[in-house]
């Protein structure tokens, strides 16, 4: 059993901050997912995204488009203002965050980090109070729940899925992270996304995201532990 440092009070609050944050995306989302299901009943099909979205909320607000009922203007109305109330809500939550961000030297230090900004950093540098209690960046990335489980048959050692054990708020958002530094690896050089590449010519994407959140959390553990901040030139 491993036993993690209490959090301070500021911590804590921070954390609260990522959590309200999370629970109002689940809220936005659902409402989003009720209202593309009620104007798909009426033949209204947006494509999926922010883009989408945006222009199925733009035709239900106007009442001189023809393409929707009246009646079902009426009730669509209420979703759309509730999921701007929402959204408006996350935009604060996320500057409270941000201004939290650069307030602390280690979360901006993390932020030096490809894939993580200032929502990932400030949510390491609150959860993980003494990286020193995990003896390795590998330790930390199985805290996390970002590596594969072993499985032994016939004398041999196979690698399964990740674990999922551990914070899902943090694999989630590393992952998230990893992401983002795929989608731009042709433009990047630096060596950790390059390495990311080269495993996605091998394996399925996701199992390239995981591997590189893994990465990510090593790299984030030496950080903390050493004090130092990303260096592209040499990791």
């Known amino acids: 059993m491993r036993f993690v440092p209490i959090k301070s009070e500021q911590q804590q609050a921070v954390i609260m901050l990522h959590r309200a944050r999370e629970h ?38 106007c009442e001189e488009d023809a393409s929707l009922p009246t ?16 959204h408006n809500e996350i935009i604060g939550l996320e500057k409270s965050i941000h201004a939290w961000h650069k307030q602390n030297e280690l979360s901006k230090r993390l932020e030096s980090v490809p894939g993580i900004g200032p929502i990932i ?5 609150a959860t993980i109070t003494d ?50 530094v ?27 995201a995981v591997a590189l959140a893994n990465k990510m959390a090593r790299i984030v553990w030496a950080l903390m532990v050493h004090g130092s901040t990303f260096g592209v030139q040499r990791i």
């Open 182 to 208: 795929l989608r731009f690896r042709k433009k990047s050089t630096v060596q950790t996304t390059q390495w990311a590449a080269g495993l996605l010519e091998r394996k399925p994407y996701m199992v390239a």
């Open 71 to 86: 009646v079902a203007r009426m009730a669509l109305l209420p979703l759309v203002r509730q999921m701007k109330a929402v």
């Open 24 to 61: 109002l995306i689940r809220q936005r989302t659902m409402i989003v997912n009720a209202i593309r299901a009620h104007a798909a009943e009426l033949g209204l099909v947006s494509r999926q995204g922010v883009v989408g979205s945006m222009q199925l909320v733009e035709v239900i607000e």
């Open 131 to 180: 990286p020193r209690v995990f003896k390795s960046g590998r330790e930390l990335a199985a805290w996390i729940g970002l590596v594969p489980r072993q499985n032994s048959s016939g004398g041999k050692n196979r690698l399964g899925s990740i674990t999922k054990q551990g914070d899902p708020y943090l694999r989630r958002l590393l992952v998230l992270g990893a992401h983002s």
């Open 121 to 125: 950093a400030s949510a390491l540098s």
